[in-house]
């Protein structure tokens, strides 16, 4: 009976995670996409094999991606990008750059939960995927 009243408000739970899932992506894609920031970035993630053309599109899915999913836009799909770009991030920082969990790669984990959570729980009812009935 008393968790009747939180049984209620599940299809809310997706807002806060957009809000902060998709800010998250978009301060961390903006600084990407153009300027010193972004060469630095390209750069690093060369010298370690990445090629530029993909840092390129991870920061724009990034930073759109990230305005997506606050929005509440197609957030499915943005959602499963984003996991996806986590699950390699993550690879990439155990492997290639040998990081631990612990001040390593415990954010992307972090952050491929969210993204997979949005991905299964949509994106509720304050949303424009809501407004156009996806």
């Known amino acids: 009976m008393v968790f009747e009243i939180f049984t209620t408000l599940v299809p809310l739970a997706a807002l806060p995670l957009r809000l902060a899932v998709g800010t998250a992506f978009v301060v961390h894609g903006y600084p990407k996409l153009s300027g010193e920031s ?25 930073f759109f991606g990230g305005i997506a999913i606050i929005l509440g836009f197609l957030t499915p799909i943005a959602g499963l990008l984003i996991a996806l770009e986590m699950l390699g991030t993550t690879i990439l920082s155990k492997n290639k750059l040998q990081k631990k969990y612990v001040l390593g790669y ?21 949303s424009i995927d809501a407004i156009l009935g996806l």
């Open 38 to 62: 972004a060469k630095q970035t390209r750069d690093f993630m060369k010298t370690i094999g990445v090629p530029p053309s993909v840092t390129s599109l991870t920061a724009l899915l990034e």
């Open 106 to 126: 415990e954010l992307d984990i972090a952050y491929l939960a969210g993204a997979l959570s949005l991905v299964f729980l949509g994106a509720g009812p304050f």
